[in-house]
């Protein structure tokens, strides 16, 4: 599908949706989020960086064109506990009323690393943000998800890059694909929708970590990617239930 930015966003195609975007101020996360306001849906901004976080939501609520008002959730994935995960669903329930998507964005990628020097510590809080958060936070918000007519939460993955040097990022992104897969088989045609998103090649702050800016010819700016997001989290995006969807360049 190659529908330009501008059209899927004219078509007001989330109007009325609220859709949680996790790392919602990095490259993807804040393109996405945006394009998901243009798009006519209600963002929930989740991320750990608050200033950033404030930035997104002003870019949203003084666009000219009068977007649905964001709503702004500081929240550490690598902190929080799965209880914390609980009360950020019965929060956006509360607040609310509904959910419609989740885009799953937040990623913590330190550098290249050989894995065996990699720190215990750091493999840990790598995976768990990577993999365990994104479920934790799909699981709790599965009751207010299966109550909207057409819900998706859309995993954005990264599972093709080289295996060497990655550690626990490039092993979580295998596993969200095996998590992708896994809901996928076991939801079936329910009211929840499973998407994978392959982004490609992106001009952000965690590519920056492990590409030369200039030598990086390859990278986009995050702008398609975000569009091929709301399209996922829209009716449009059931045509790709349960696949990981690579948008065409």
Same mark, same amino acid.
């Given at each position: 599908m190659s529908t330009p930015a501008a059209s899927?966003? *004219?078509?007001?195609? $989330?109007?009325g949706r609220v859709v949680l975007v996790t790392g919602a101020h990095g490259g993807l996360g804040a393109a996405s989020a945006q394009a998901c306001a243009r798009a006519g849906a209600t963002v929930v901004l989740l991320g750990r960086r608050v200033p950033k976080l404030n930035r997104v939501y002003d870019a949203?609520? =003084?666009?000219?064109?009068?977007? &649905?008002?964001p709503v702004n959730y500081p929240?550490?994935?690598?902190?929080?506990?799965?209880?914390?995960? *609980?009360? $950020?669903?019965?929060?956006?329930?509360?607040?609310?009323? =509904?959910l419609d998507g989740i885009l799953h964005c937040a990623a913590d990628f330190?550098?290249?690393?050989?894995?065996?020097?990699?720190?215990?510590?750091d493999f840990a809080r790598v995976l768990h943000v990577d993999l365990t958060a994104?479920?934790?936070?799909? @699981? *709790?918000?599965?009751?207010?998800?299966?109550q909207a007519p057409d819900a998706a939460v859309v995993?954005?993955?990264?599972?093709?890059? &080289?295996?060497?040097y990655r550690g626990a990022y490039g092993i979580a992104q295998r596993g969200q694909r095996a998590l992708l897969d896994t809901? @996928?088989?076991?939801?079936?045609?329910?009211?929840?929708?499973? @998407?994978?998103? @392959?982004?490609? &090649?992106?001009?952000?702050?965690?590519? *920056?970590?492990?590409?030369?800016?200039?030598?990086?010819?390859?990278?986009?700016?995050?702008?398609?990617?975000?569009? #091929?997001?709301?399209?996922?989290?829209?009716?449009?995006?059931?045509?790709?239930?349960?696949?990981?969807? #690579?948008?065409?360049?």
């Open positions: 899927v966003e *004219a078509s007001a195609v $989330l109007a949203i609520a =003084r666009d000219p064109a009068g977007l &649905p008002e929240f550490d994935l690598a902190g929080a506990d799965y209880g914390d995960h *609980a009360e $950020l669903a019965a929060r956006i329930g509360a607040q609310l009323g =509904r330190p550098g290249l690393t050989p894995l065996e020097h990699t720190d215990p510590g994104r479920w934790w936070l799909t @699981h *709790a918000c599965l009751p207010l998800l299966r995993f954005v993955l990264d599972d093709e890059v &080289p295996a060497a809901l @996928h088989a076991e939801h079936g045609r329910g009211p929840v929708r499973f @998407h994978g998103l @392959h982004p490609g &090649p992106m001009r952000t702050p965690l590519r *920056a970590r492990s590409h030369v800016a200039d030598e990086d010819r390859r990278a986009r700016d995050p702008d398609a990617a975000a569009t #091929a997001a709301v399209i996922l989290l829209s009716s449009d995006g059931a045509q790709f239930r349960g696949q990981a969807w #690579a948008p065409p360049a």
